[in-house]
């Protein structure tokens, strides 16, 4: 099975700059979860979404927005870029994710996004 | 929230000597403990994983104990090679959706 795929694997933007991050999950898996990673902050929860939906959110700013697409696919967006916004974005996917039990997150390579 | 501490931040060994990371994690409701190495330029890997109703598991030179009623888990990795050199880090998680809280970060350096 192929892994998690992230798309683009870099990108340099500027401030006040939007930009569009693209995740393709596991096949079969419909949960996908978006994280930053800083060396300051660690790795910090975005959102996950499952079956199109939102399910839960971090404590980010509304500036960080995520959509997921019929086939599980999903997309982040963050709009009006901060330097503090570099990073490398996460996207990790995981099955099964209706039941009651925690499922294992696979991860993808990331988006190294810089704020110039 | 769930709030994760990891120790050590840095750690050395020499080849073939064993390490062990520790987390403790705050929320008792939490029951999904995995942990991941990330080396360089990728993105994390799962390495192990752990529920509560299970109090050890190993695979091969990994293992990784969990302790409920003092809310900590630590990784062993035996025989340690240079491969295994990288950043581990811990989570937790608990049966409301797939957010998992991270550990800080251990970097390995296994000393050839």
């Known amino acids: 099975k192929a892994g998690v795929t992230q798309t683009p694997r870099y990108l340099i933007k500027t401030r006040g700059q939007q930009v569009t991050l693209s995740c393709s999950p596991i096949?079969?898996?419909?949960?996908v979860s978006w994280y930053q990673q800083t060396p300051g902050q660690g790795l910090q929860f975005l959102f996950e979404?499952?079956?199109?939906?939102?399910?839960n959110k971090g404590n980010f700013p509304g500036r960080f927005s995520g959509r997921q697409f019929s086939n599980s696919r999903s997309e982040m967006n963050v709009s009006t870029l901060e330097l503090g916004d570099s990073a490398l974005y996460l996207c990790?996917?995981?099955?099964?994710?209706?039941?009651?039990?925690?499922?294992?997150?696979?991860f993808g390579p990331g988006t190294r996004l810089l704020v110039l | 929230g769930e709030n994760v501490e990891q120790h050590p931040s840095t750690l050395s060994v020499q080849e073939g000597d064993s390490a062990v990371i520790k987390c403790t994690y705050s929320?008792?409701?939490?029951?999904?403990f995995p942990w991941y190495k990330q080396e360089l330029g990728k993105g994390p890997q799962l390495i192990i994983d752990?529920?509560?109703?299970?109090g050890e598991k190993k695979d091969q030179r990994i293992a990784v104990t969990l302790n409920k009623t003092a809310k900590h888990f630590s990784l062993h990795i035996t025989e340690t090679q240079p491969e295994d050199s990288a950043v581990y880090f811990c989570?937790?998680?608990?049966?409301?959706?797939?957010?998992?809280?991270f550990g800080t970060g251990t970097s390995l350096t296994v000393i050839p």
């Open positions: 990790a996917s995981s099955g099964l994710a209706g039941g009651p039990r925690v499922e294992t997150q696979y």
């Open positions: 096949s079969g898996h419909r949960s």
């Open positions: 979404y499952f079956s199109e939906t939102q399910r």
């Open positions: 929320d008792s409701a939490s029951n999904y």
């Open positions: 752990i529920r509560s109703n299970v």
């Open positions: 989570a937790a998680s608990r049966n409301t959706g797939n957010q998992f809280y």
